[in-house]
């Protein structure tokens, strides 16, 4: 088995092994699992601690038990997000500060503070007993699933990674992502090489090469333990290069041109299962299969042939069925958040045209900070390994270009990237709308053979969630 495989595989289990040594945070009363350190809530019974994702969820809870006794009662603090006593809280209710369960509800331990946010946001202070003489009408009783949303412009990853959130039963989220990278030049090892260099062993020297990826993609979830996603790219690649060609009398005569490909890409089903979640983290496994629809007979006419076969790295889709498997690991403070993917892509024996793409592992670290309630900024590092291309594709020349050549294939990178989140305010009608950009460019860079130089990459995106 490939090093990579061995790699990915041994680091998923431990990542798994770890998740399910934690315990399930989960509301007790709704059964949601707590992310939000803001609105929680604590009940201590007979030394067991009962967790609730909200404040309504604890107050519901008390309100179908009248009789019962509790030791301690504790919500967290909205300001500072300590855990302070229920009892001697005092409670806003604002549609500016939304909830997990719909109640516009936060707690703050003085009744300074509370006011303060009440001049901010608007809406009406309540001390506890007014609070639960508020909710002992059953119309109330806010704790529905539909608003189990986090508005927190933090709450997604970066953009530019993928399968990053899960979403709670019966939620639904469409999205839009463009992606533009550009190249420049080209690379042996870590070292640029020049045009001369390349024409001593090939007839096409690549000059630049844009990549453009237009992704539709839809998440539904059908229990809070598993999220579904569905995603189907649409590709644009142009490659200038320079033919250079030696005469009779021996000069040597040089001629630029262009390739172009464009169309669908390969279609990509995914399952994201929830390891374990807390109020302030989580993990959840990413796995996936691919479908091979992007075309790997793209052709385009060159000064050599007419309707000549494009190279690998033109071609649309890997023309193989694909699995991938990964880990993602979040964590959330009061001003910000951090975050991990390992994920790695397995291909499945060759395609129609005698050849297999080489599997793929990347690993991505990012944290966010928030500026404020509608916007985070963003760092992120990406960790990418590509293997070689094995087979052939017997209608491509190798001595034709560098990217004919299936020794120019694989590799090791690192990116860096810097992006924005901007999420629209939980009281504007385009609350569940999110904006996302980042752009970032190479810090490392070490090719097999002779490949083009990466200058920099483009993310941006657009997510409505439904539910």
């Not at 509608?374 to 094995?390: G, H, K, P, T, Y």
């Amino acid at each position: 088995m490939k090093t990579l495989k061995i790699m990915l595989f041994a680091t998923i289990l431990f990542l798994a092994m770890a998740a399910n040594a934690q315990k399930n945070s989960s509301c007790t009363h709704c059964n949601m699992t707590i992310k939000d350190l803001k609105h929680n809530a604590t009940i201590e019974e007979n030394g067991k601690i009962s967790h609730f994702d909200a404040i309504e969820c604890l107050v519901n809870y008390l309100k179908e038990q009248p009789n019962k006794e509790h030791s301690k009662l504790a919500v967290a603090d909205y300001s500072t997000s300590k855990l302070v006593d229920a009892k001697t809280a005092y409670y806003l209710k604002s549609k500016k500060i939304q909830s997990p369960m719909g109640a516009n509800l936060s707690a703050f331990e003085s009744e300074e503070v509370a006011n303060n946010y009440k001049k901010k946001n608007g809406g009406a202070v309540y001390n506890w007993e007014e609070l639960k003489a508020l909710f002992s009408d059953e119309k109330s009783d806010a704790s529905n699933h539909f608003h189990h949303n986090h508005f927190r412009p933090d709450s997604h990853a970066p953009i530019g990674v993928s399968g990053d959130h899960m979403h709670p039963q019966g939620g639904l989220m469409f999205s839009y992502k463009a992606m533009y990278m550009s190249m420049e030049g080209n690379l042996s090892g870590t070292e640029a090489i020049t045009d001369e260099q390349i024409f001593n062993s090939y007839m096409n020297a690549p000059q630049t090469m844009t990549m453009q990826m237009h992704m539709l993609g839809v998440m539904y979830a059908p229990t809070d333990k598993v999220t579904l996603m569905l995603m189907q790219n649409y590709l644009s690649n142009k490659m200038d290069l320079t033919h250079s060609m030696t005469m009779m009398d021996g000069m040597k005569m040089k001629e630029n041109f262009s390739t172009q490909s464009r169309g669908l890409g390969d279609l990509k089903a995914s399952v994201l299962i929830a390891l374990y979640a807390n109020q302030s983290s989580s993990m959840h496994l990413n796995t996936g299969i691919s479908f091979p629809i992007g075309s790997v007979s793209q052709k385009d006419d060159t000064p050599m042939k007419e309707n000549a076969k494009l190279p690998y790295a033109m071609q649309l889709g890997s023309g193989t069925v694909d699995f991938s498997l990964g880990a993602t690991y979040k964590k959330t403070f009061t001003s910000g958040s951090i975050g991990a993917q390992l994920s790695g892509v397995l291909r499945t024996g060759n395609n129609t045209e005698g050849y297999q793409l080489g599997d793929m592992g990347q690993l991505n670290v990012w944290g966010a900070l928030n500026l404020n309630s509608c916007v985070s900024i963003s760092s992120r590092v990406q960790w990418l390994i590509n293997e070689n291309i094995s087979g052939i594709d017997v209608d491509l020349k190798p001595m034709m270009a560098p990217a004919a050549n299936t020794a120019n294939y694989g590799g090791h990178q690192m990116n860096g990237f810097l992006g924005l989140n901007y999420a629209f305010s939980a009281s504007s009608n385009w609350n569940k709308v999110k904006f996302g950009l980042e752009a970032g460019v190479p810090i490392y860079q070490n090719v097999t053979g002779i490949q083009m130089n990466q200058k920099y990459l483009i993310n941006a995106g657009l997510k409505y969630a439904i539910l």
